[in-house]
């Protein structure tokens, strides 16, 4: 079995509410080769650690491909200071 290894990095507690009625897909990529990537169903609240430097983007999957909907750093994401409330992930 593999060992743990200490994180050094700070972490943030972040929140992201797709209040579209589509999947969304959250990558999030950060220092020390940190990546995530969820999908985030419609109308889900989706919370997550990531590194104070990580970058967040959330993408749109159809039959075009994929389409970058936004882009942020992880501390406009704070979970909180009323993040969690946002109206964000809403398709044009």
Known sequence: M???IPCTMTSLLCCYRNIGNQLL??????PEDFFLERVV???ELLTF???AAAEVKIWHWDA???T?????????MLC???S???AVGALP
């Open 2 to 4: 593999g060992q743990l």
């Open 25 to 30: 897909i959250l990558r999030c990529c950060g």
């Open 41 to 43: 169903f419609p109308f």
């Open 49 to 51: 650690a990531c590194p």
């Open 64 to 66: 075009a491909g994929p």
């Open 68 to 76: 970058l909907i936004d882009c942020c750093v992880a501390e406009a």
């Open 80 to 82: 909180g200071d009323g």
């Open 84 to 86: 969690e409330e946002m």
